[in-house]
């Protein structure tokens, strides 16, 4: 099996399976803003939220996954089993201790967090709330820091099924928070929810934690040399990861200020748009990273340069159409979805004018997701961190100069403008490390993509008004045009990669 095909498999399963996840999410969304609407308490949900993730995402996340998984499967590249796994237990060890430190603390400080950087501007009893929930959701990083190394291990083992499941039961157990435990609790029996979500997040993936033969034995290992491979390249990564974070803060900051219901329509928005990326751009990431590295371990540069750039290809073809059905059909998509309850035409109005611009970036942030991996694979994380953090400087700088006259969305649009230029450098410097990027392969998917999505852009435009009025059946009819007029369209163009996913089976090599 080729390289793109084991990806296209493995990005298949994840691909349904975060489709599901993806629908669960929709639910949850429509449940959360069905009972809260743009209200206060919502706004204290998710700037609680903010802390939380930040301790995850830095010691737990992104960061952790990205420079453990490369060294990780270097090891059993190799066939140096009992090494893998020495690392593995070293590194849940030290998750575990870390991440579970510093959520006592931030418990602690919660009521000064809140004050001085999440909503400094907002009434008394709010902030109190503020950080009443967040102490409850502080619970989760600990949990999510172990099930997130349990999923690097996962991948590394090719073992998908388990990984694609894990958001599900995640999504599960808010959904159980909102239904059961917000009429007992309020807001913070949806705090409750997530701590569910996260417990059964780890949950599920011990089947598969078993099928690789997984054992754990307590130990630091901080003089390993695998364990010091993984803090260095863990270290640059932490970096990027917290300048995304700080944007994060600066824009609940910002969004805070413009008054109710600003900050939770910004983050339904950015919900919406994170949906596709998650379905399409994270599976196919996630997919492709344990096949960059191990290309990149073997040292097949050639392997790595076209199964990535056939990747890039496919991605661009998903997203582009995507994003433009999200801009066109917004206010039609947000009324028939969460019009309901306490959530009314004026926070659909506020939903809509930042989707528009968040929609604008998905083919960028798909790009990004996949463009890193390939750097992790290679063992250079500072590479991609140096131009992510200079993307959110750029994106709060943006966010500053465009909020007063598009409020919340110039918020959005700092976001995409600052995304789409962080692809453009790393495309370009990525090219550079692996002498060349075979243009040739994805690039001649960009004239028939964008070809065909202007074909659809004509056929929606003037349905969008229609849709608004029909409700589920206007969406729907509409949705089904567009899709059909993007398939037709490039069909008839002839796009190579579109007839190797209808035959279902590798190109052959001449034609690659």
Do not use: K
């Not at 959904?175 to 917000?182: A, E, N, R």
């Not at 998509?333 to 506020?350: D, K, M, N, P, Y």
């Amino acid at each position: 099996m080729s390289a793109l095909s084991r990806i296209v498999r493995a990005a298949g399963l994840l691909t349904v399976a975060y489709l599901a996840n993806g629908l669960l999410a929709l639910l949850r969304q429509i449940l959360i803003y069905a009972t809260f609407g743009t209200s206060r308490e919502l706004d204290a949900y998710w700037a609680a939220f903010r802390i939380p993730d930040l301790l995850f995402t830095l010691l737990a996340g992104g960061a952790l996954l990205s420079a453990f998984l490369p060294v990780f499967t270097t090891h059993l590249a190799r066939g140096q089993e009992e090494a893998a796994w020495r690392l593995a237990d070293a590194v849940l060890t030290s998750v575990a201790l870390a991440v579970s430190g510093l959520s006592v603390l931030a418990g602690l400080l919660a009521p000064t967090l809140v004050r001085l950087l999440l909503a400094p501007g907002v009434p008394p009893a709010q902030q109190q709330l503020t950080a009443s929930l967040m102490r409850v959701m502080l619970i989760t990083p600990t949990v999510f820091g172990v099930s997130g190394v349990v999923m690097g291990i996962l991948q590394a083992h090719q073992q998908f099924l388990w990984i694609a499941l894990a958001p599900l039961m995640y999504n599960l157990g808010i959904i159980f928070g909102v239904l059961f435990l917000t009429p007992v609790w309020g807001v913070h029996g949806l705090a409750g929810g997530v701590v569910l979500g996260s417990v059964l997040h780890l949950l599920v993936q011990a089947p598969g934690w078993w099928r690789v033969c997984g054992r754990y034995r307590p130990r630091l290992g901080w003089r390993d040399p695998d364990v010091r491979e993984v803090m260095v390249l863990m270290a640059p990564r932490m970096l990027g990861l917290a300048a995304v974070q700080v944007n994060f803060l600066v824009n609940t900051r910002l969004v805070s200020g413009l008054g109710v219901g600003y900050l939770a329509a910004l983050n339904l928005a950015w919900q919406l748009m994170l949906q596709p990326q998650i379905v399409l751009a994270q599976a196919v990431a996630t997919a492709a990273f344990p096949t960059f590295s191990a290309l990149a371990a073997r040292g097949e540069r050639a392997a790595l340069r076209r199964t990535l750039a056939e990747t890039l290809g496919l991605l661009l073809g998903a997203t582009l159409p995507i994003a433009a059905g999200m801009i066109l059909l917004r206010r039609p998509l947000i009324a028939v979805l969460f019009q309901r309850g306490a959530f009314g035409e004026a926070s659909t109005e506020l939903t809509a004018q930042a989707l528009q611009f968040y929609a604008l970036g998905l083919p960028a942030h798909a790009a990004v997701e996949v463009l890193a991996r390939a750097f992790y694979a290679l063992h250079d994380t500072r590479t991609p961190v140096g131009i992510g953090v200079a993307a959110m400087a750029l994106n709060v700088l943006l966010s500053l100069a465009w909020i007063g006259p598009l409020r919340h969305g110039g918020v959005a649009l700092a976001n995409t403008v600052a995304t789409t230029l962080e692809g453009v450098l790393l495309l370009g410097l990525l090219a550079r490390r692996l002498e060349g990027m075979e243009v040739h392969r994805w690039g001649r998917s960009v004239g028939p993509v964008a070809i065909a999505t202007l074909a659809m852009g004509l056929v929606l435009w003037p349905m969008a008004p229609w849709a608004a009025h029909h409700g589920w059946l206007g969406l729907a009819l509409a949705g089904l045009a567009g899709a059909g007029t993007y398939g037709l369209t490039l069909h008839s163009l002839g796009v190579p990669w579109v007839r190797w996913l209808r035959h279902g089976r590798a190109r052959p090599a001449h034609d690659a």
